[in-house]
T-cell receptor, first 112, second 117 residues
């Protein structure tokens, strides 16, 4: 079946450090891939997405590239800020149905 | 601004009572809505898929008689937790699938914290 595996957190970084959160997936067909962010006490917000191989999603300085050969969609940011502290979820959607499969989530804590 | 609204954002109820959570799509019609449950520091687990005008499809292990889902219109789905118990305390979040002016994508509500005492 379809599944998403994320690196375990928490990830603790200093401000302006480089961020990578790994995400790999297993899916039939050609899934769409997403990163969602959840700030403390809030619901999920779509951060970025990619719908086909080699697409790069980007938003707010975050980027992720859909790598079909490695079945990965790693999230990166060149310089994190304290305000980026949140839980990040990798997710996929496969087929014509908008049912999302989520990874376990990775908590990011950024310190000044 | 938010395109999917959930209400209430927080609710406390007594054990044995029922509580209803609403999920509304704003400015677009959602033919399908999804209900998730999230335990502290864990991922979202899909509970059920709600299609307008038809019965919800529940994921394996989810009690359909306990978690009643109604999707009576293209902008509203409700989740009713019946005979709630403390172990039902959780964060419930809905998402809606539809064509908004931002494009066709999945939008999440703000979530609802349920505490059963």
């Amino acid at each position: 079946g379809n599944s998403v595996t994320q690196m375990e957190g928490p990830v603790t970084l200093s401000e302006e450090a480089f961020l990578t959160i790994n995400c790999t997936y297993t899916a039939t067909g050609y899934p769409s891939l997403f990163w969602y962010v959840q700030y403390p006490g809030e619901g999920l917000q779509l951060l970025l997405k990619a719908t086909k191989a080699d697409d790069k999603g980007s938003n707010k300085g975050f980027e992720a590239t859909y790598r079909k050969e490695t079945t990965s969609f790693h999230l990166e940011k060149g310089s994190v800020q304290v305000s980026d502290s949140a839980v990040y979820f990798c997710a996929l959607k496969s087929g014509g149905y908008n049912k999302l499969i989520f990874g376990a989530g990775t908590r990011l804590a950024v310190h000044p | 601004g938010a395109v999917v609204s959930q209400h209430p954002s927080r609710v406390i109820c007594k054990s044995g009572t029922s509580v209803k959570i609403e999920c509304r799509s704003l400015d677009f019609q959602a033919t399908t809505m999804f209900w998730y449950r999230q335990f502290p520091k864990q991922s979202l687990m899909l509970m059920a898929t709600s299609n307008e005008g038809s019965k919800a499809t529940y994921e394996q292990g989810v009690e359909k008689d306990k978690f009643l889902i109604n999707h009576a219109s293209l902008t509203l789905s409700t989740l009713t937790v019946t005979s709630a118990h403390p172990e039902d305390s959780s964060f419930y979040i809905c998402s809606a699938d539809g064509q908004h002016n931002s494009g066709n994508t999945i939008y999440f509500g703000e979530g609802s914290w349920l505490t059963v005492v």
